[in-house]
């Protein structure tokens, strides 16, 4: 039977439609990102996750001790987990003032005193996407700090490197990912390192102005510049500096595929070796000096005051660290329902195209890939209020304002759907990724025409964007997370932790092996389950295929979802893995 994804034929393949629209540069490039509500429980995935608390004690070790030349960092040991840790340490200067949207840059000496290393570096400022009643987060500017967890043996001999990119939508999020259990699940196999970057209007802005008097994706230089702050200085820590692996979920999945693109793939392995980008992000990628962006820097600068147009960008750099932050998070907050405003765009040195061009290309940085996306990547970015053929229509031409209704029809021919409303009634089901009933038709959440602007998001979004990562690279490897009701960003527990109730033991630990046997040794594949021993890899002579996780068995309970809908999971006692190779059409 086939899988859900409905590129199958259209995507990367010979027999590609031009006219059509699925996957196609000409559809993301306008394709505007939606997000529900609930966004208490996506702080609970990106930022307040992050800070998980555990009854642990931790003590100062004088022999944690790490000289980084221009300062002088303490480190503790977790005597619970066994990991040694450094918090908050300082990898570029704060980016204010003159340094606003500048590139980033060393910090200044202090090495008067060692510093304690036990408390993680300031939040940056956060910016939530368009929503009714929208909080407000203050955070800080001086935020580009990261993180240093290591197994007790790392200075023994130099382990491979894991560096954590959080998502957040470039607007939400912080560091402060505890990744011991990861690293403990793979005997201590390798050091972990977790990183901050600017955000929204502070990481992203961008115009002409910028361009000419700063630096354009800023969040993204950061990342770059932690990277080289990596490649100097992890091996004090007993890390490889030439086996690095970056990851990411969600944004922090779309940076990876960026930084993959990055300088035309010019950078190769000098930043990094592997790639994991999990639901890697791709939304509407304009370029720097288009006028969406353009409008929301002069917005930003009309809202704190700045009004002389030639001096726009020099007067937002004395502004008020508040004022910017409050007008960041209103800009954000105020456009088209559940966008953001600041993210990533094209430029002349850094991002010089869209993913969905350069990617075919095949010149990329770093050697291999692992990429996954979720069985329901959809609900959580589309209002659930899609009930008729004229909603859909009216959703789609709000999505892609710039589509004629002859493009809206071609959308829908793709997506066939029985032109029905969505019955609360009807009779809904869980897909497992690969048997019917799929998802194309009905789900646990959706039927008729809900589920195809759920199917249309979610692979414009997410799906599509992972196909062509994976095509890029000659040593390619995918998985698809289909554990029920597997939403976005339902899989970060299973191979962080704390694992959920529908993630059993034995599913967190193989999913947990899986990155660890990519991150040390470049390939997922794990003894310990049939299906994954022979993990093929993306194309191996037989087509795109990919790794299926999913479970079976275990006992009913009802939860609610990320986006607000009662679903039916499973729990132990009773569950058992269910890895399966599929074909990814």
Not at 68 to 77: H, M, R, S, T
Not at 129 to 142: A, R, T, Y
Not at 306 to 314: A, E, M, P
């Given at each position: 039977m086939p899988r859900r994804i409905n590129c199958r034929g259209i995507v990367l393949s010979a027999a590609c439609v031009p006219h059509l629209f699925h996957c196609t540069s000409g559809f993301l490039s306008i394709f505007k990102m939606k997000f529900l509500a609930p966004y208490a429980l996506w702080l609970n995935g990106v930022a307040a996750a992050a800070i998980v608390s555990r009854a642990e004690e931790a003590?100062?070790?004088?022999?944690?001790?790490?000289?980084?030349?221009?300062?002088?960092?303490?480190?503790?040991?977790?005597?619970?987990?066994?990991?040694?840790?450094?918090?908050?340490?300082?990898?570029?200067?704060?980016?204010?003032?003159?340094?606003?949207?500048?590139?980033?840059?060393?910090?200044?000496?202090?090495?008067?005193?060692?510093?304690?290393?036990t408390e993680y570096g300031a939040t940056c400022p956060q910016a939530f996407?368009?929503?009714?009643?929208?909080?407000?987060?203050?955070?800080?500017?001086?935020?580009l700090f990261l993180n240093v967890q290591t197994p007790s043996n790392a200075k023994a001999k130099k382990l491979p490197v894991l560096v954590w990119i959080h998502g957040g939508g470039y607007g939400l999020g912080d560091g402060r990912k505890d990744l011991s259990e990861i690293i403990n699940a793979n005997d201590g196999g390798f050091v972990g390192v977790s990183i901050q970057y600017r955000l929204g209007a502070f990481g992203f802005l961008s115009s002409a102005d910028v361009k000419k008097d700063g630096i354009l994706n800023a969040g993204l230089r950061d990342v770059a510049f932690a990277l080289e702050w990596i490649q100097e200085h992890i091996e004090k820590f007993g890390g490889d500096r030439k086996q690095v692996t970056i990851a990411g979920e969600s944004a922090g999945g779309g940076a990876v595929m960026l930084l993959g693109?990055?300088?035309?793939?010019?950078?190769?392995?000098?930043?990094?070796?592997?790639?994991?980008?999990?639901?890697?992000?791709?939304?509407?990628?304009?370029?720097?000096?288009?006028?969406?962006?353009?409008?929301?820097?002069?917005?930003?600068?009309?809202?704190?005051?700045?009004?002389?147009?030639?001096?726009?960008?020099?007067?937002?750099?004395?502004?008020?660290?508040?004022?910017?932050?409050?007008?960041?998070?209103?800009?954000?907050?105020?456009?088209?329902?559940?966008?953001?405003?600041?993210?990533?765009?094209?430029?002349?040195?850094?991002?010089?195209?869209?993913?969905?061009?350069?990617?075919?290309?095949?010149?990329?940085?770093?050697?291999?890939i692992l990429v996954g996306n979720?069985?329901?990547?959809?609900?959580?970015?589309?209002?659930?209020?899609?009930?008729?053929?004229?909603?859909?229509?009216?959703?789609?031409?709000?999505?892609?304002?710039?589509?004629?209704?002859?493009?809206?029809?071609?959308?829908?021919?793709?997506?066939?759907?029985?032109?029905?409303?969505?019955?609360?009634?009807?009779?809904?089901?869980?897909?497992?990724?690969?048997?019917?009933?799929?998802?194309?038709?009905?789900?646990?959440?959706?039927?008729?025409?809900?589920?195809?602007?759920?199917?249309?998001?979610?692979?414009?979004?997410?799906?599509?964007?992972?196909?062509?990562?994976?095509?890029?690279?000659?040593?390619?490897?995918?998985?698809?997370?289909?554990?029920?009701?597997?939403?976005?960003?339902?899989?970060?527990?299973?191979?962080?932790?704390?694992s959920q109730p529908n993630q059993s033991p034995s599913f967190s630990l193989a999913f947990r092996r899986i990155w660890g046997n990519f991150i040390t040794r470049s390939n997922p594949s794990i003894a310990d389950e049939e299906a994954a021993k022979d993990w093929p890899k993306w194309k191996d002579g037989e087509g795109a295929r990919l790794l299926n996780l999913n479970t079976t068995g275990g006992v009913p309970y009802q939860a609610v979802t990320q986006f607000g809908a009662s679903v039916t999971q499973f729990r132990e006692p009773g569950l058992q893995n269910d890895f399966d190779v599929a074909s990814a059409w």
């Open positions: 003590t100062l070790a004088d022999n944690l001790t790490i000289d980084v030349d221009y300062a002088i960092y303490q480190g503790q040991k977790n005597q619970t987990t066994g990991i040694n840790s450094w918090k908050g340490i300082r990898y570029a200067a704060a980016p204010i003032g003159d340094l606003r949207w500048k590139a980033p840059q060393t910090p200044a000496k202090d090495r008067k005193t060692t510093i304690k290393a996407p368009s929503i009714p009643n929208p909080p407000f987060i203050p955070g800080n500017e001086d935020c693109i990055a300088e035309k793939g010019d950078l190769k392995t000098s930043l990094y070796k592997n790639g994991i980008a999990a639901s890697p992000w791709l939304p509407a990628q304009y370029d720097y000096n288009h006028a969406t962006p353009t409008a929301h820097y002069q917005d930003l600068a009309q809202r704190v005051g700045c009004n002389s147009t030639k001096t726009l960008l020099k007067c937002l750099r004395v502004a008020d660290s508040q004022a910017l932050q409050e007008a960041n998070n209103a800009i954000s907050t105020t456009g088209t329902y559940a966008t953001w405003a600041f993210l990533p765009v094209t430029e002349p040195d850094f991002i010089t195209s869209r993913p969905s061009k350069s990617l075919t290309k095949g010149k990329v940085n770093g050697q291999n979720n069985a329901n990547e959809g609900p959580l970015f589309v209002p659930p209020i899609i009930s008729t053929l004229d909603d859909l229509k009216n959703w789609l031409h709000l999505d892609f304002p710039t589509l004629s209704d002859a493009d809206i029809q071609t959308i829908l021919t793709a997506y066939p759907s029985p032109d029905h409303a969505d019955d609360p009634n009807a009779l809904k089901f869980a897909t497992n990724g690969i048997d019917s009933p799929t998802a194309v038709n009905v789900s646990q959440v959706a039927t008729g025409h809900q589920q195809r602007a759920n199917n249309i998001h979610a692979e414009a979004r997410f799906v599509c964007p992972s196909y062509w990562l994976n095509s890029a690279y000659a040593n390619s490897y995918h998985y698809q997370y289909s554990v029920p009701f597997a939403s976005h960003q339902d899989d970060i527990d299973a191979y962080f932790g704390p």
